[in-house]
């Protein structure tokens, strides 16, 4: 293994590590936001709220991601109306793509685990809540979603390390992200080991550094479980 590959090409792959982190954050962000009012749409009783949530989540859960962002990036091009308007500023950067493919997708997977645990809020807490004269909105705001957020930690611990791996599907519209960074290198030197082991030792630390910070929330908020 020649080190000194690795050594001359750190530039280049803190360069990448930097965008792949950039995405993360970003897309988890807007997902996380989006995934709020889809996951209360979705376990509502009314089906003009229901249905259109579900059909969101259904839809982006089950068609590959890599598809979506051929169809955000390639896809939305051939319509000339777009290509005119002041969205083509978004939609002919890949950057941009890539975020708003990546934060449409994490939205849906983040609002599904959501859904799930408000449904699975004890009936106590909702009938102490209403005992208590609180609208539904308020419901939702003090005790509902609270308690479906603490519930969700160690799921969406999951969906953010998915995330973090689904990343490398930037590379596919050019973006220069740190498996593009390892990429480059490999076609440089032809080096596979050195430039694959090398952006595979970056995600394993971002990983566990994911992991890390979840242990500390979730001892944080879920403290309660453990007694």
Not at 104 to 119: K, M, P, Q, S, V
Request: with cysteine; proline share 4%.
């Amino acid at each position: 293994m020649d080190f000194s590959i690795i050594i001359d090409n750190l530039p280049l792959l803190f360069k990448g590590l930097g965008l792949t982190l950039q995405l993360l954050v970003i897309s988890l962000a807007i997902g996380f936001v989006l995934a709020i009012p889809l996951a209360i749409m979705a376990a509502s009783k009314s089906p003009w709220l229901r249905l259109p949530a579900k059909a969101y989540i259904y839809v982006f859960r089950g068609t590959p991601l890599l598809i979506q962002i051929f169809i955000i990036y390639f896809g939305f091009s051939q319509f000339e109306w777009l290509r005119e308007s002041y969205l083509w500023v978004i939609f002919k950067s890949a950057y941009w793509c890539a975020i708003i493919a990546f934060s449409l997708n994490t939205a849906a997977y983040t609002a599904e685990i959501f859904r799930g645990a408000i449904l699975q809020t004890p009936k106590g807490e909702i009938e102490a809540a209403e005992a208590c004269g609180m609208s539904r909105w308020d419901q939702y705001r003090h005790v509902i979603l609270p308690s479906a957020f603490r519930r969700s930690i160690p799921m969406y611990g999951n969906e953010v390390i998915f995330m973090l791996h689904a990343t490398v599907l930037a590379g596919v519209i050019t973006l220069v992200d740190l498996f593009g960074a390892a990429k480059i290198i490999n076609s440089r030197h032809y080096a596979p080991f050195e430039s694959f082991i090398s952006a595979g030792l970056f995600y394993l630390a971002i990983t566990f550094t994911i992991v890390f910070i979840f242990k500390l929330i979730e001892s944080r908020f879920l403290k309660h479980l453990k007694r």
